[in-house]
């Protein structure tokens, strides 16, 4: 049993212990931060902007599209707290938002709306889902005293309802995730450890690789004859599903199709929906289904942070290709009808999430009324808004603002 002096010199040893491990940490990340993004940019794409030019930003060299701004976003430079007078707000969600056009999508509506001290900052991140827009609303476009936040879902992938940031036993976890070291402001430290979790990075890899990998597949098919591109397309599927798949396609016309990967819009070459229209070819993948309302729970979330803390909340959504765009949907008739095995699903589904925010009291945007039967609107086969689907989008979106501004609701 400790006496008396005996417990006092413990209770201090491990005070001094505590004080001592404090020390280390806050000096530690006293130093990181010399080397470390800095916020916001540790939490968006965590890694300075030139690797994003090389990576998802491939429009800027290719097709002079703007470039990124100082937080590694493209997007204007832009204050992180707005000037007095100025209404801001802020676009969230992922490369539909920062690829392949020639300007994004909120640098578009900013400008078709043309006012005076009215700004709309872009928190589009590539290779994100609803979950990381939650964390990056809570703890990034909040921070940045916006007066609405625009939460941006993609109905051709965007209703997972996984949560995609790591975490280690809340003890650190891939910012803007909530953890016990960004609580206690060591996020340079937290970036140090989680930072190559990132979905953005993983998905496009340190070196640029998938970049690579796109760019050898299209040399391939550039070299390629329409029988040899035929081969190299069995080439995508397992040797027991080459024979089923080729008794699919023979016969085919495939000129068209193939010319369309041969010289892609925009130079930008993309596999995943080839690999996405095989795959439904043979029936061993679905597309996703928004029906299921797993993801909802992020929407929900997202917009009971911002009601706690006074800010506006909508909600829009970007139908995919498949749905709307009636030359792509031709295109890649010789494959697959990518319209009926996967738009009109994904159409149902966005009806069914629409009818629950707006039930839950969400303001609400739908851009398929504004896109459906234009031809051109998305980037064949990349799969993004093209400058033509941003314009449209764009339109739609300042004409929504406009009445909000003009509701005194903004």
């Known amino acids: 049993m400790l006496s008396r002096s005996d417990g006092k010199i413990f209770i201090f040893h491990n005070i001094h212990i505590v ?33 994003g030019e ?4 491939r429009v800027i060299g290719i097709h002079k599209g703007m470039g990124f701004n100082s937080w590694g976003q493209r997007d204007l430079e832009r204050a992180k707290v707005p000037s007095k007078g100025t209404k801001r707000a802020v676009f969230v969600g992922d490369s539909l938002l920062e690829e392949s ?8 509506t900013e400008n078709k709306l043309g006012r005076i001290n009215f700004e709309l900052i872009n928190l589009g991140v590539s290779a994100t889902d609803p979950s990381e827009y939650y964390y990056r609303i809570k703890n990034i476009a909040l921070a940045l005293k916006p007066d609405r936040i625009f939460m941006f879902l993609y109905n051709g992938n965007d209703f997972m309802p996984n949560d995609s940031l790591s975490s280690y036993g809340g003890i650190i976890a891939c910012y803007p995730k909530d953890s016990l070291f960004s609580r206690m402001g060591l996020l340079a430290l937290n970036h140090l450890f989680t930072n ?5 990075l993983r998905a496009w890899g340190k070196s640029g690789k ?12 550039l070299k390629a004859t329409d029988g040899e591109a035929l081969q190299i397309l069995l080439t995508m599927v397992s040797d027991q599903d080459r024979a089923k798949v080729l008794g699919y396609l023979e016969g085919r016309n495939f000129a068209e199709f193939f010319q369309g990967l041969r010289a892609p819009d925009f130079g930008l070459f993309r596999s995943y929906y080839l690999s996405l229209a095989l795959g439904l070819l043979i029936g061993d993948q679905k597309p996703e289904n928004p029906s299921d309302l797993g993801s909802y ?29 009636t030359r792509m949907i031709n295109l890649w008739k010789p494959v697959v009808d990518m319209r009926a095995l996967r738009g009109r699903v994904l159409r149902e589904g966005a009806r069914k999430i629409m009818a629950l925010c707006r039930k839950d009291g969400m303001d609400c945007v739908d851009l398929y009324k504004s896109l459906k039967g234009k031809q051109g609107t ?29 509701k005194r609701s903004f």
């Open 19 to 51: 004080i001592l491990v404090l020390v280390s940490l806050y000096g530690s990340e006293a130093a990181l931060r010399l080397f470390v993004p800095p916020w916001p940019m540790m939490g968006l794409h965590g890694t300075k902007a030139l690797a």
């Open 54 to 57: 090389q990576a998802w930003g």
């Open 101 to 108: 056009s020639t300007v994004p999508l909120s640098v578009a």
């Open 196 to 200: 190559n979790d990132r979905p953005v």
């Open 210 to 221: 998938l970049n690579a990998d796109e760019q050898y597949m299209h040399k391939r098919f």
């Open 297 to 325: 729970q992020w929407v929900k979330r997202a917009y009971d942070e911002c009601k706690k803390n006074n800010v506006n909340f909508t909600v829009v959504i970007i139908p995919d290709a498949f749905e709307v765009d």
């Open 378 to 406: 998305y980037l064949n086969p990349d799969g993004h808004l093209s400058d033509k689907g941003i314009r449209i989008s764009s339109e739609t979106l300042a004409a929504h603002i406009e009445r909000l501004i003009y």
